[in-house]
């Protein structure tokens, strides 16, 4: 068995031992997690249905009491082998047995379900004791009883050679392994006829019973599924809203800085021109007042030879 297979039998023994209502987020959780590193796994996993309630309880026997399921299998092989060679005693005591052991499991079943808290109503025992009894009369029921995976409850078929849909007991005075004596009349011959026509009437009937809670059970799932769905579309719709008013609102508040900025640089920008105005004053003042500087430099190098002759003509006289 390789790795996913091995893998496939966990996850779906671990999903059908749960109760209908966990079935499908727990399913789902498992196939996104695999859904990257096993893609054919988590599509094998996703595909699985979603359990009935009396499917589910009829799981928990095969997961909870394998012991009793299997003796329940190792009856119904011997019910129809007794059957087969018409052994009237050995059927008696098995009939008995057979009712003493679906009472048992269907009691298991009531029990498991209230314990999990999900009690099962009247509709959901009947099924089990519908799957426990077709367990018992098709090998093939049996194994998938046993497998623990079952989706919706099994129907019973009718045993070989039965027109009462299960193991009768001889009767008395037959012996056994003789065959039954010839019918009288047709009077006689025409009710057991009647009454298979009854019971494959009813045995379809059960065929479309079974059909519309796989059907059903399906349909749920889907349902579920789309629900979901639903529920990531809202999610990942409100966190797309959440980041646009984030952006709207980031979008807005640097609008509002750009503004203050603009403002603030028209004003530095004032200030540069105010500031340009004064400095182009206070040079043209500079350059004023270094022309007179200038000039007055000027003049006093003109006066300063007249001083000195001046000086000269008062020491002679």
Request: proline share 5%; charged share 30%.
């Given at each position: 068995?390789?790795?996913?297979?091995?893998?496939?039998?966990?996850?779906?023994?671990?999903?059908y031992?749960?109760?209908?209502?966990?079935?499908?987020?727990?399913?789902?959780?498992?196939?996104?997690?695999?859904?990257?590193?096993?893609?054919?796994?988590?599509?094998?996993?996703?595909?699985?249905?979603?359990?009935?309630?009396?499917a589910?309880?009829?799981?928990?026997?095969?997961?909870?009491?394998?012991?009793?399921?299997?003796?329940?299998?190792?009856?119904?092989?011997?019910?129809?082998?007794?059957?087969?060679?018409?052994?009237?005693e050995?059927?008696?005591?098995?009939?008995?047995?057979?009712?003493?052991?679906?009472?048992?499991?269907?009691?298991?079943?009531?029990?498991?379900?209230?314990?999990?808290?999900?009690?099962?109503?009247?509709?959901?025992?009947?099924?089990?004791?519908?799957?426990?009894?077709?367990?018992?009369?098709?090998?093939?029921?049996?194994?998938?009883?046993?497998?623990?995976?079952?989706?919706?409850?099994?129907?019973?078929?009718?045993?070989?050679?039965?027109?009462?849909?299960?193991?009768?007991?001889?009767?008395?005075?037959?012996?056994?392994?003789?065959?039954?004596?010839?019918?009288?009349?047709?009077?006689?011959?025409?009710?057991?006829?009647?009454?298979?026509?009854?019971?494959?009437?009813?045995?379809?009937?059960?065929?479309a019973?079974?059909?519309?809670?796989?059907?059903?059970?399906?349909?749920?799932?889907?349902?579920?599924?789309?629900?979901?769905?639903?529920?990531?579309?809202?999610?990942a719709?409100?966190?797309?809203?959440?980041e646009?008013?984030?952006?709207?609102?980031?979008?807005?508040?640097?609008?509002?800085?750009?503004?203050?900025?603009?403002?603030?640089?028209?004003?530095?920008?004032?200030?540069?021109?105010?500031?340009?105005?004064?400095?182009?004053?206070a040079?043209?003042?500079?350059?004023?007042?270094?022309?007179a500087?200038?000039?007055?430099?000027?003049?006093?190098?003109?006066?300063?030879?007249?001083?000195?002759?001046?000086?000269?003509?008062?020491?002679?006289?």
């Amino acid at each position: 068995m390789n790795a996913s297979a091995s893998t496939f039998d966990e996850v779906a023994d671990e999903l059908y031992a749960l109760a209908p209502a966990d079935f499908t987020s727990v399913r789902n959780r498992h196939a996104d997690r695999l859904k990257e590193s096993d893609p054919q796994l988590a599509r094998r996993i996703r595909a699985l249905h979603r359990p009935t309630q009396a499917a589910w309880a009829a799981n928990l026997l095969a997961h909870r009491h394998p012991g009793l399921v299997g003796e329940l299998l190792d009856l119904g092989r011997a019910l129809r082998d007794a059957q087969a060679h018409l052994a009237g005693e050995q059927l008696r005591g098995l009939v008995e047995q057979r009712r003493q052991l679906v009472r048992a499991l269907t009691e298991h079943a009531e029990q498991d379900a209230e314990a999990a808290g999900h009690p099962l109503g009247a509709d959901a025992v009947a099924g089990v004791d519908r799957t426990l009894t077709a367990a018992l009369a098709d090998p093939d029921a049996g194994r998938s009883l046993a497998a623990g995976r079952l989706t919706a409850p099994l129907e019973p078929v009718l045993w070989p050679e039965s027109t009462s849909g299960g193991p009768q007991a001889e009767e008395p005075g037959r012996d056994a392994g003789k065959a039954p004596a010839p019918r009288p009349t047709a009077k006689v011959e025409a009710q057991p006829a009647t009454e298979r026509k009854r019971l494959r009437a009813q045995e379809r009937a059960r065929k479309a019973v079974a059909a519309a809670e796989r059907a059903a059970s399906a349909a749920a799932g889907r349902s579920e599924d789309a629900a979901r769905a639903l529920a990531d579309a809202e999610a990942a719709r409100r966190k797309a809203a959440d980041e646009a008013g984030r952006a709207r609102d980031a979008l807005a508040g640097a609008r509002e800085r750009e503004a203050r900025s603009r403002a603030d640089l028209a004003r530095a920008e004032k200030r540069v021109r105010a500031a340009q105005v004064t400095a182009d004053a206070a040079g043209e003042e500079a350059g004023r007042a270094r022309e007179a500087a200038l000039e007055a430099a000027e003049r006093l190098h003109e006066l300063g030879p007249a001083r000195e002759a001046g000086a000269h003509g008062g020491s002679t006289g």
